[in-house]
């Protein structure tokens, strides 16, 4: 049985930093990109980043680069992000996702993977 466990979020001021952890199991980790997506409420999933299966290939959604910082761990099967300067617009559920990297043609796309965690709420104050 496949788990994403998703944790480290919280409410925290303007200008602060988190970092979110993803814990996998039940796969084998390192065929997996793993990917971070958001949602705020009244909005749609936003794609945030997508780290390889190695950890040498990252890309971040538009303008989070700079501020969010993405990574993975294959002997713990957890992925980071690492986010600082928090804004009040980053407040969402932010989730992440398991797919098979070879087979992933869109990483944006929600639907291109397999396994996602429940969630974790980040809420950040003005």
């Known amino acids: 049985q496949v788990q994403l466990v998703e944790s480290g979020g919280g409410l925290v001021q303007a200008g602060d930093s988190l970092r979110l952890s993803c814990a996998a199991s039940?796969?084998?980790?390192?065929?997996?990109?793993l990917t971070w997506f958001r949602q705020a409420p009244g909005k749609e999933r936003e794609f945030v980043v997508s780290?390889?299966?190695?950890?040498?290939?990252?890309f971040y959604g538009d303008s989070l680069r700079g501020r969010f910082t993405v990574s993975r761990d294959n002997v713990k099967n957890t992925v980071y992000l690492q986010m600082n300067s928090l804004k009040p617009e980053d407040t969402a559920v932010y989730s992440c996702?398991?797919?098979?990297?070879?087979?992933?043609?869109?990483?944006?796309?929600?639907?291109?993977?397999?396994?996602w965690g429940q969630g974790t709420q980040v809420t950040v104050s003005s």
């Open positions: 996702a398991a797919g098979v990297e070879r087979e992933i043609a869109d990483p944006t796309d929600y639907l291109e993977y397999d396994y």
């Open positions: 780290i390889s299966w190695s950890g040498g290939g990252t």
């Open positions: 039940g796969l084998t980790f390192s065929r997996y990109a």
